[in-house]
C-alpha cells in the first residue's frame, strides 16, 4: 500500500528520530518514532549530571517547562528548549521501542504508547524502520527478533549513521527524506510496472529493490554510512 510506512528511531527519541520524524511528516509520508535507551538522557549542567526523564509518560512540554525554570539561559544555548519546543509539536512524549505493541491500532490521542504522533500508521505497523545510529540498530534487530515475529511481517531496519547533534540532524533528517523519496519512487515503479504487465502486484518484487535503492542513495551521501537488514514483526 501506498505511501509507504516509516519508523525513525533515536536513543532518546528526542534529536536525530525527532528530526527525521519531522521531515517525513512534512512530505506527507505517514511516520513514528522511537529511542531505544532505558531512559531519556538530555544534557545537563554538566557531563555527569544529565537530566533524566522516562519515556512515555514525562511529555515534551514538561520537560521543556521544567529546563526554562531550571536555566533558561543554558538550555537555550544549547539548542534544548528550541528542540524540546519542536518535538511537543510534533507529538506528547518520547516513546520507547522495546514499549511498541506492534500491530495495535495507534490512533490519535488514546496514549504516548499504541496511540497519538502516528498520522496514517493505524494499522500498528511500518514498512521501513530507520535507526540513527549502530547500537539503536542493534537493539531494534534483537528486539524484533526477541519478539518471535508473530505476524510474520516482513519489515526493512536501516541505519543511517547521524551524530547527535543539532547540526548533523538536520543533515541526516535531509538524506533520510531522500532515502524515502527514492525507496517510494521504486515502489511505485514496481507497482506500475505490474499494472502494465497484468500481473498482479507484489510486495516481494519492492523488497527486492531495497539494495540497489539503498546502494544508489549512499553514493549521494557518503557521509551518512548505512546499514541494511530485514527482519520479522
Not at 531519556?40 to 522516562?54: F, Q
Not at 514498512?127 to 519489515?155: H, K, Y
Not at 499494472?195 to 546502494?215: H, K, Q
Amino acid at each position: 500500500d501506498f505511501p509507504l510506512r516509516f519508523c525513525t528511531v533515536c536513543a532518546s527519541n528526542q534529536n536525530r528520530s525527532m528530526e527525521a520524524h519531522l521531515v517525513l511528516s512534512q512530505a506527507k509520508y505517514p511516520v513514528i518514532s522511537f529511542g531505544t535507551g532505558s531512559a531519556v538522557r538530555l544534557p545537563g549542567p554538566s557531563i555527569d549530571k544529565p537530566n533524566i526523564y522516562s519515556f512515555n509518560s514525562t511529555t515534551y512540554d514538561e520537560m521543556y517547562q521544567e529546563l526554562k525554570s531550571k536555566d533558561a539561559r543554558l538550555y537555550t544555548a544549547n539548542g534544548l528548549l528550541n528542540m524540546l519546543d519542536r518535538n511537543r509539536h510534533i507529538k506528547a512524549a518520547p516513546e520507547r521501542w522495546q514499549d511498541w505493541k506492534v500491530g495495535v491500532p495507534r490512533l490519535e490521542g488514546s496514549g504516548a504508547i499504541g496511540g497519538g504522533g502516528g498520522e496514517g500508521v493505524k494499522e500498528g505497523v511500518v514498512d521501513i524502520v530507520i535507526t540513527c545510529e549502530e547500537r539503536c540498530w542493534d537493539a531494534v534487530v534483537d528486539d524484533l527478533t526477541n519478539r518471535n515475529s508473530p505476524m510474520n511481517r516482513p519489515v526493512h531496519v536501516i541505519n543511517v549513521d547521524i551524530k547527535d547533534n543539532h547540526e548533523e540532524a538536520i543533515v541526516g533528517g535531509k538524506g533520510i527524506l531522500e532515502l524515502a523519496d527514492m525507496l517510494t519512487q521504486a515502489a511505485k515503479e514496481e507497482r506500475e510496472k505490474a499494472d502494465v504487465e497484468g500481473t498482479g502486484f507484489s510486495r516481494g518484487t519492492v523488497d527486492a529493490r531495497v539494495p540497489e535503492v539503498l546502494a544508489q542513495w549512499q553514493e549521494k551521501w557518503p557521509n551518512l554510512p548505512a546499514l541494511w537488514t530485514v527482519a520479522y514483526f
